[in-house]
């Protein structure tokens, strides 16, 4: 069984600020996925990481995914209220159809 | 465009009643579909799986069962509800072949 965490579980800071989240695993992927949820609804892609070492960036949000391809971070630049919400990571395997998702970080930003 | 619908959007049921949950989408054909339960702030935990008519993966033994009676219905079912089944109760879909899912507005039941 793989392993998988996110870190840190809970971060509160002021709008303004820049955030780091992280999620690392025990095993390789072919690629991972990165999900927002906010309370109530459920979650929506951001992202998708294919290649070991690649970065993409959705406006304020910058995504890395490790060269071994066992982890990922997500970092939001002068984070904003509409930043507010549950970060998902989803590493993905080769074969199958379904996704392990991590226990999420849930992020607080403050105006 | 597709759309991905669950209901009912709340509910209270008493211990040792049964359960129905309901997920339909609309605009895609013969998609995969599942069943995630997420405890408050937390992560999903896939509970089924299905990739046709009468397929079904369950992935944790428990006292809920699914069944997918037409290619775009979805139902998450139990005889008897325990304490330990409240939570949120999503459902998603995706195209085979593809690993983005599409998530429903969930369900969040509370099991008194």
């Known amino acids: 069984t793989q392993l998988l965490e996110q870190s840190p579980q809970f971060l509160s800071i002021q709008e303004g600020e820049n955030l780091t989240v992280y999620c690392n695993s025990s095993s390789v992927f072919s690629s991972l996925q990165w999900y927002r949820q906010e309370p109530g609804e459920g979650p929506v892609l951001l992202v998708t990481?294919?290649?070991?070492?690649e970065v993409k960036k959705l406006k304020r949000l910058t995504f890395q995914f490790g060269d071994a391809r066992k982890d990922s971070s997500l970092h939001i630049t002068a984070a904003q209220p509409g930043d507010t919400g549950l970060y998902l990571c989803a590493p993905i395997k080769a074969a199958g159809n379904k996704l392990t998702f991590g226990g999420g970080t849930r992020v607080l930003v403050k105006p | 465009s597709q759309t991905i619908h669950q209901w009912p959007a709340t509910l209270v049921q008493p211990v040792g009643s049964p359960l129905s949950l309901e997920c339909t989408v609309e605009?895609?054909?013969?998609?995969?579909l599942y069943w995630y339960r997420q405890a408050a702030g937390r992560g999903l935990q896939l509970l089924f799986y299905?990739?046709?008519?009468?397929?079904i993966s369950s992935e944790v033994p428990q006292n809920l069962s699914a069944s997918r009676p037409q290619d775009r219905q979805f139902i998450l079912s139990s005889k008897k509800l325990l304490l330990s089944d409240s939570g949120f109760y999503l459902c998603a879909w995706s195209t085979g072949g593809s690993y983005e899912q599409y998530f429903g507005p969930g369900t969040r039941l509370t099991v008194t």
């Open positions: 605009g895609t054909s013969n998609p995969n």
């Open positions: 299905s990739v046709g008519i009468g397929q």
């Open positions: 990481v294919v290649t070991g070492g």
